[in-house]
């Protein structure tokens, strides 16, 4: 299976002969290594209704005609508001099989929504994680969160392989909490650091993560480089 990291907190990887992409955050990414209009995807899983993770998603879902999986809510968002025909709405604690493999949302701390022409946010449900099962692969996405001691029930129920978190801190989990989230309740075979540098609030030293971090191994990504299985 072919897993990568593209900046922020965007993942893409093929599995099954399909290509999917998580939180697509291209465009207005100084950090991104992809290209909205030459990216081909089958699917866009997203985490959350904010900017830096919601992204690309309208251009790429009508582009490809990609079946967008989400929140009921961005489902909702999407096809009334913004003409996507193809959306799969899902909410915490479901779990749904599709070409690729399964998706599982989990609970994340954070907020969701995107602000419209009018200059007010709309609520775009609760932010969620992503528990992947792909090609014998568990892959847990966080999102965007805080600490939460669930995070081992999480991975209690669903032993990871792969782990992708953030550690900005300002709007999620800091390398402290991160590096605590990874040592006492996923412990996953790897880890891959997320959502830091893009913007100045949010600059961390991933290799200070790196250090902190005692369970399995770390694998600092820069954008367009691959998970090493």
């Known amino acids: 299976m072919k897993l ?3 900046g922020q907190s965007t993942i893409y990887f093929e599995a099954n002969d399909k290509k999917v992409i998580v939180d697509p ?4 990414n100084e950090l991104s290594d992809l290209d909205v209009e030459n990216l081909e995807v089958d699917y866009i899983i997203l985490t959350h209704g904010h900017a830096d993770h919601f992204g690309d998603t309208v ?6 005609n990609a079946t967008v999986i989400g929140s009921a809510e961005l489902a909702d968002y999407l096809t009334t508001n913004k003409n996507v025909e ?5 909410n915490i604690g479901g779990k749904a099989e599709f070409e690729f493999g399964s ?4 609970q994340a ?3 969701s929504s995107l602000t419209n022409d009018e200059g007010i946010p709309v609520y775009l449900g609760m932010p969620m994680g992503i528990v992947l099962e792909v090609e014998g692969k568990t892959i847990y996405h966080t999102g965007d969160t805080g600490l939460f001691s669930d995070m081992k029930l999480i991975a209690d129920r669903h032993p990871v392989d792969v782990c992708f978190i953030p550690i900005g801190d300002n709007f999620t989990m800091g390398i402290d909490d991160a590096s605590y989230a990874i040592n006492e309740f996923i412990k996953p075979n790897i880890t891959v650091p997320v959502h830091y540098d893009t913007f100045e609030l949010i600059e961390q030293d991933p290799k200070q993560f790196e250090s902190a971090v005692k369970e399995g191994e770390v694998q600092i990504l820069k954008p367009g480089e691959q998970v090493k299985f």
């Open 4 to 6: 990568s990291f593209h």
């Open 25 to 28: 955050f291209i465009s207005s």
């Open 109 to 111: 701390f954070h907020s």
């Open 103 to 106: 998706v599982k949302y989990v």
């Open 59 to 64: 251009e790429l879902a009508n582009k490809n």
């Open 86 to 90: 193809n959306v799969r709405p899902m």
